[in-house]
């Protein structure tokens, strides 16, 4: 009866913290319409600075904590929501994640750059030592500490929201922000009210769980998974819901940990770290989501160019012919970060059909190319192409299994179903020593790797690292002359059909399920391939290669490449390969290597195209200049002197001009820019 | 004539607004069926019921006479309903001609035919009057001919019932007319048509019956020439003035 009593108050604790972060996220949502995939990542910064503060540099924790909770964190989400989120209203929504993905690694890359991540860093509880017995259970003074400051989140966000002029104004723009803009109120000043508040939440969140793990910057940044959980529960809107739901996740947790036989089964190790994400992927399919309906969301700005066969040849022919004169030139460390940037750049290729053509979003495309990493391992007699074969196959095939429930979810919450099996397999499955599959025993990573033979071509030394490269750039080049070919069939129309609407798409009789499964699968099998061939690139297969945290910066860098365009994707790649190239120069490129990526997709909400298409427009332009002498077509007629028009608003109590934003939105609501 | 669309009883709550209360009408083949009301009458709602993007508290829709309530959006349109969206639902980002030309090959995967889909996306621009702007972009063009897309794309998928929501909004006067004689000239050809429109002019020269919906409930069932003269559509729709023919 004790132990229950113990795990039970284990369990409210960190339900309090996962409560604690999951209100931020909720409140942040409800009132931007932004998911802040980053709300882990500024929680551990904030955890990170407490740190420093408290524990480095010896200051006064409440000081400490004062500084970082109400002041720093504050500060740093007014500017994000001021600087990026406000300006990502029309943004599609895998824009708008993956803005939240570049602040998540760019914030990831800087901790790592300020604060070494191999030294060790202690950091103490609140009153460390000190207890008080609960009917023979014995409470430190910071599990009770946590728990009243999550009931006081709960009693203060209540009161904020209904008993404050602020908190309406809050509610009303969850409602309709046009609306409330019409009414004269300031529904951007709500937003960034309400950012202040979620980066507050992360950042105490964070602080008040890092004495329960290490003060590691990945795993503090993703214990945010956890937290979406509650957030799903509470249906990204209720507050009371989401307390229930990390309530639920916390007793689950800690009920496992203290009743699943974790120490001698040697499989259920990880059970308990895989509760919340459990209950996420369940949560995400169980509760009832909107249906399919018409205009669910603003027409997205990407836009693509329809690619030709002759771009594509001519593309080929750069790739191979660049590939031919870069591998001799090389050193060891520069030719495996490119060919390690160009197997990435395949892996980067699924996500052109899947996110560029049918705009479906997935953060797990590293788990695809893991699982075909572990396939092509066992599958491949010394690197037979066969190998290849039968990693897209499986990887296919796991894509559509694992996507056949999740298929059902749109934008956001597909994404975050995604999320969760790319967690799910990181905590559990890549864990595992070992699975038997219809009987046969496949062993995975319990030495830590797995050998892997590299992929033999007739007639080519492919054991030469430069060949190789020269390899990867032909299969490249072989994928993406597919995909371009997809996309000029009419199953590339029926994919953008979908993507722009996929309610029309049904009323013409198109079952969206088989399209979605279709190219998820062919996505997967892609992503597969390429974990094929990188791990026949270093000679194994390692999990860290193919962790959930690796699918964020991949993604980024293709969407600035241009997920829609194959040379998006080779773009990608050549970032990759170059900022990869840095980290092996330098030992401070290397701990900010994340750096980079964040800060390239923090830039997508102001070019959701990416480079490629700008590059490939300027080409066009150029040659229309040098052949026929025709005039550029004007595309958008720009009225002179707009930003100087504003309506002086002087009813209502708003008394000063109106932004160019905020009369883009008022034009919206009142129909005043059609067609 | 037999009715090729049918509601009985449909009702629609929305938390606690009933949107849609008991609404009984039909649509027959060969015949253009108005449907108005103020906003807010529940006209779209009852679209998106028969469409399957909302699902009736109560009531049953019936396709051709089977029960299609509980169907999904896309076995309806293999069922051959085809509908326009008030809000624009185009595929933006293609062409005039590829919006069209993908509702036929969608139309011909399901039905494995061997039809030529590019000659039914020609044809149904032709029909429409969009041929000459095959080639532009559709999120370029002006609402009015965007709607008119709308209709070309849903032709192609060879439909026998249509639901048309507001066609004719941002159409100026000799398009509008256009639209009418082709509407016409659907339903000569044999397909149910329902207008949902706020022009009233339209609305009574090519509607057979025209039914007035408020507050979601139907008002009256009728010609257009007794809608017209009816004192409590007057009254609750159109104000106390006579409509203006």
Same mark, same amino acid.
Request: proline share 4%; hydrophobic share 50%; aromatic share 8%.
């Given at each position: 009866?004790?132990?229950?009593?113990?795990?039970?108050?284990?369990?409210?604790?960190?339900?309090?913290?996962?409560?604690?972060?999951?209100?931020?996220?909720?409140?942040?949502?409800?009132?931007?319409?932004?998911?802040?995939?980053?709300?882990?990542?500024?929680?551990?910064?904030?955890?990170?600075?407490?740190?420093?503060?408290?524990?480095?540099?010896?200051?006064?924790?409440?000081?400490?904590?004062?500084?970082?909770?109400?002041?720093?964190?504050?500060?740093?989400?007014?500017?994000?929501?001021?600087?990026?989120?406000?300006?990502?209203?029309?943004?599609?929504?895998?824009?708008?994640?993956?803005?939240?993905?570049?602040?998540?690694?760019?914030?990831?890359?800087?901790?790592t750059w300020i604060w070494d991540p191999n030294l060790s860093r202690p950091f103490a509880a609140f009153y460390q030592g000190n207890k008080v017995d609960i009917?023979?259970?014995?409470?430190?003074?910071?599990?009770?500490?946590?728990?009243?400051?999550?009931?006081?989140?709960?009693?203060?966000?209540?009161?904020?929201?209904?008993?404050?002029?602020?908190?309406?104004?809050?509610?009303?723009?969850?409602?309709?922000?046009?609306?409330?803009?019409?009414?004269?109120?300031?529904?951007?000043?709500?937003?960034?009210?309400?950012?202040?508040?979620?980066?507050?939440?992360?950042?105490?969140?964070?602080?008040?769980?890092?004495?329960?793990?290490?003060?590691?910057?990945?795993?503090?940044?993703?214990?945010?998974?956890?937290?979406?959980?509650?957030?799903?529960?509470?249906?990204?809107?209720?507050?009371?819901?989401?307390?229930?739901?990390?309530?639920?996740?916390?007793?689950?947790?800690?009920?496992?940990?203290?009743?699943?036989?974790?120490?001698?089964?040697?499989?259920?190790?990880?059970?308990?770290?895989?509760?919340?994400?459990?209950?996420?992927?369940?949560?995400?399919?169980?509760?009832?989501?909107?249906?399919?309906?018409?205009?669910?969301?603003?027409?997205?700005?990407?836009?693509?160019?329809?690619?030709?066969?002759?771009?594509?040849?001519?593309?080929?022919?750069?790739?191979?012919?660049?590939?031919?004169?870069?591998?001799?030139?090389?050193?060891?460390?520069?030719?495996?970060?490119?060919?390690?940037?160009?197997?990435?750049?395949?892996?980067?290729?699924?996500?052109?059909?899947?996110?560029?053509?049918?705009?479906?979003?997935?953060?797990?495309?590293?788990?695809?190319?893991?699982?075909?990493?572990?396939?092509?391992?066992?599958?491949?007699?010394?690197?037979?192409?066969?190998?290849?074969?039968?990693?897209?196959?499986?990887?296919?095939?796991?894509?559509?299994?694992?996507?056949?429930?999740?298929?059902?979810?749109?934008?956001?919450?597909?994404?975050?179903?995604?999320?969760?099996?790319?967690?799910?397999?990181?905590?559990?499955?890549?864990?595992?020593?070992?699975?038997?599959?219809?009987?046969?025993?496949?062993?995975?990573?319990?030495?830590?790797?797995?050998?892997?033979?590299?992929?033999?071509?007739?007639?080519?030394?492919?054991?030469?690292?430069?060949?190789?490269?020269?390899?990867?750039?032909?299969?490249?080049?072989?994928?993406?002359?597919?995909?371009?070919?997809?996309?000029?069939?009419?199953?590339?129309?029926?994919?953008?059909?979908?993507?722009?609407?996929?309610?029309?798409?049904?009323?013409?009789?198109?079952?969206?399920?088989?399209?979605?499964?279709?190219?998820?699968?062919?996505?997967?099998?892609?992503?597969?391939?390429?974990?094929?061939?990188?791990?026949?690139?270093?000679?194994?297969?390692?999990?860290?290669?193919?962790?959930?945290?690796?699918?964020?910066?991949?993604?980024?860098?293709?969407?600035?490449?241009?997920?829609?365009?194959?040379?998006?994707?080779?773009?990608?790649?050549?970032?990759?390969?170059?900022?990869?190239?840095?980290?092996?120069?330098?030992?401070?490129?290397?701990?900010?290597?994340?750096?980079?990526?964040?800060?390239?997709?923090?830039?997508?909400?102001?070019?959701?195209?990416?480079?490629?298409?700008?590059?490939?427009?300027?080409?066009?332009?150029?040659?229309?200049?040098?052949?026929?002498?025709?005039?550029?077509?004007?595309?958008?007629?720009?009225?002179?002197?707009?930003?100087?028009?504003?309506?002086?608003?002087?009813?209502?109590?708003?008394?000063?001009?109106?932004?160019?934003?905020?009369?883009?939105?008022?034009?919206?609501?009142?129909?005043?820019?059609?067609? | 004539?037999?009715?090729?669309?049918?509601?009985?009883?449909?009702?629609?709550?929305?938390?606690?607004?009933?949107?849609?209360?008991?609404?009984?009408?039909?649509?027959?083949?060969?015949?253009?069926?108005?449907?108005?009301?103020?906003?807010?009458?529940?006209?779209?709602?009852?679209?998106?019921?028969?469409?399957?993007?909302?699902?009736?508290?109560?009531?049953?829709?019936?396709?051709?006479?089977?029960?299609?309530?509980?169907?999904?959006?896309?076995?309806?349109?293999?069922?051959? %309903?085809?509908?326009?969206? !008030?809000?624009?639902?185009?595929?933006? &980002? #293609?062409?005039?001609?590829?919006?069209? =030309? @993908? +509702? $036929?090959?969608?139309?011909?995967?399901?039905?494995?035919?061997?039809?030529?889909?590019?000659?039914?996306?020609?044809?149904?621009?032709?029909?429409?009057?969009?041929?000459?702007?095959?080639?532009?972009?559709?999120?370029?063009?002006?609402?009015?001919?965007?709607?008119?897309?709308?209709?070309?794309?849903?032709?192609?998928?060879?439909?026998?019932?249509?639901?048309?929501?507001?066609?004719?909004?941002?159409?100026?006067?000799?398009?509008?007319?256009?639209?009418?004689?082709?509407?016409?000239?659907?339903?000569?050809?044999?397909?149910?048509?329902?207008?949902?429109?706020?022009? %009233?002019?339209?609305?009574? !020269?090519?509607?057979?019956?025209?039914? &007035? #919906?408020?507050?979601?409930?139907?008002? =009256? @069932? +009728? $010609?257009?020439?007794?809608?017209?003269?009816?004192?409590?559509?007057?009254?609750?729709?159109?104000?106390?003035?006579?409509?203006?023919?």
């Amino acid at each position: 009866m004790q132990d229950l009593l113990a795990y039970t108050i284990f369990g409210l604790v960190t339900a309090s913290i996962y409560a604690i972060a999951a209100s931020g996220l909720v409140v942040t949502y409800t009132t931007s319409g932004v998911f802040n995939l980053a709300h882990g990542a500024i929680g551990m910064f904030g955890a990170f600075i407490y740190w420093q503060l408290r524990f480095s540099w010896g200051w006064p924790a409440w000081i400490a904590l004062l500084l970082v909770v109400f002041v720093l964190s504050p500060i740093f989400g007014c500017g994000l929501e001021k600087a990026l989120m406000r300006n990502l209203t029309d943004a599609t929504e895998a824009t708008k994640l993956a803005v939240t993905i570049g602040v998540l690694v760019a914030l990831v890359g800087a901790a790592t750059w300020i604060w070494d991540p191999n030294l060790s860093r202690p950091f103490a509880a609140f009153y460390q030592g000190n207890k008080v017995d609960i009917l023979g259970v014995p409470v430190t003074w910071d599990q009770l500490i946590t728990v009243g400051i999550g009931a006081l989140c709960a009693v203060g966000l209540r009161v904020l929201l209904y008993r404050t002029r602020i908190g309406l104004d809050m509610r009303a723009v969850v409602d309709d922000r046009a609306l409330v803009l019409l009414n004269g109120g300031r529904p951007d000043r709500a937003s960034m009210f309400s950012w202040a508040i979620g980066s507050m939440l992360a950042s105490l969140a964070g602080i008040l769980i890092a004495p329960y793990i290490q003060l590691s910057v990945v795993p503090l940044t993703l214990l945010v998974v956890n937290a979406y959980a509650a957030a799903v529960i509470g249906k990204l809107r209720s507050l009371p819901l989401t307390f229930l739901g990390a309530a639920i996740i916390g007793l689950l947790q800690s009920y496992a940990v203290g009743y699943l036989p974790t120490s001698t089964v040697q499989w259920m190790q990880h059970v308990p770290d895989t509760i919340p994400i459990l209950v996420l992927f369940v949560a995400l399919l169980v509760l009832p989501h909107q249906r399919l309906r018409g205009h669910t969301g603003r027409r997205g700005r990407e836009s693509f160019p329809v690619p030709t066969y002759k771009m594509a040849l001519i593309g080929s022919a750069v790739v191979v012919g660049l590939a031919c004169a870069l591998a001799p030139l090389l050193s060891t460390q520069p030719l495996f970060s490119m060919s390690s940037g160009l197997g990435l750049g395949i892996v980067g290729l699924s996500l052109v059909p899947l996110l560029g053509y049918g705009g479906q979003i997935s953060l797990c495309q590293m788990t695809f190319a893991g699982i075909g990493a572990v396939v092509y391992a066992h599958a491949t007699g010394g690197g037979s192409p066969l190998g290849l074969v039968v990693a897209f196959v499986v990887a296919a095939a796991v894509g559509a299994l694992t996507a056949l429930p999740a298929i059902r979810l749109r934008g956001l919450y597909l994404a975050l179903a995604t999320a969760a099996l790319a967690e799910f397999c990181d905590t559990f499955v890549f864990g595992l020593s070992s699975v038997t599959v219809f009987g046969h025993h496949i062993p995975l990573f319990g030495n830590g790797t797995l050998p892997a033979a590299r992929l033999q071509v007739p007639f080519v030394d492919v054991s030469n690292d430069r060949v190789y490269l020269v390899v990867l750039a032909v299969i490249f080049c072989a994928i993406g002359f597919g995909i371009v070919a997809l996309r000029r069939s009419r199953h590339g129309r029926v994919l953008l059909a979908m993507r722009e609407s996929p309610a029309a798409c049904a009323m013409l009789g198109l079952r969206l399920t088989t399209v979605k499964l279709a190219v998820f699968s062919l996505s997967a099998g892609i992503a597969g391939v390429g974990g094929a061939l990188l791990a026949g690139l270093s000679t194994q297969v390692a999990p860290d290669q193919f962790s959930f945290f690796q699918s964020l910066p991949l993604l980024l860098l293709m969407m600035a490449g241009g997920v829609g365009m194959v040379s998006g994707a080779f773009f990608g790649a050549l970032a990759l390969g170059l900022f990869s190239t840095l980290g092996t120069m330098s030992s401070l490129f290397s701990r900010g290597s994340s750096l980079l990526p964040g800060l390239v997709g923090i830039g997508l909400g102001s070019q959701p195209n990416g480079v490629a298409s700008d590059i490939g427009a300027g080409l066009s332009a150029l040659v229309r200049r040098r052949g026929a002498q025709v005039p550029a077509v004007e595309t958008d007629v720009v009225t002179e002197g707009w930003d100087e028009q504003c309506i002086e608003w002087e009813f209502l109590g708003m008394d000063g001009r109106i932004s160019r934003r905020e009369q883009q939105i008022l034009d919206d609501s009142l129909g005043l820019k059609v067609g | 004539m037999s009715a090729l669309l049918e509601f009985r009883e449909v009702s629609v709550v929305y938390g606690g607004v009933t949107a849609v209360d008991k609404v009984s009408m039909s649509a027959e083949a060969g015949q253009i069926h108005g449907l108005i009301g103020p906003n807010g009458a529940g006209k779209s709602t009852l679209f998106n019921v028969a469409s399957g993007l909302v699902q009736p508290r109560q009531g049953t829709v019936l396709l051709e006479g089977a029960d299609i309530t509980a169907m999904g959006s896309y076995k309806r349109a293999r069922l051959r %309903m085809a509908r326009t969206f !008030q809000q624009l639902e185009l595929f933006g &980002v #293609l062409s005039v001609y590829d919006n069209v =030309l @993908t +509702a $036929a090959e969608i139309r011909r995967s399901w039905a494995r035919d061997h039809s030529d889909s590019k000659a039914d996306a020609l044809q149904a621009l032709e029909r429409t009057g969009l041929a000459e702007m095959a080639q532009e972009r559709s999120d370029r063009l002006p609402t009015g001919l965007a709607r008119l897309l709308e209709v070309a794309r849903a032709l192609a998928t060879r439909p026998k019932v249509l639901l048309l929501d507001e066609p004719a909004a941002g159409l100026n006067e000799q398009e509008t007319r256009t639209l009418g004689k082709l509407l016409i000239g659907l339903a000569d050809d044999g397909l149910a048509i329902v207008l949902v429109e706020h022009d %009233m002019d339209l609305v009574m !020269q090519i509607c057979s019956v025209v039914t &007035v #919906l408020n507050l979601g409930k139907v008002l =009256l @069932t +009728a $010609a257009p020439d007794d809608v017209r003269k009816d004192q409590a559509v007057l009254s609750a729709y159109l104000g106390s003035a006579e409509v203006n023919v």
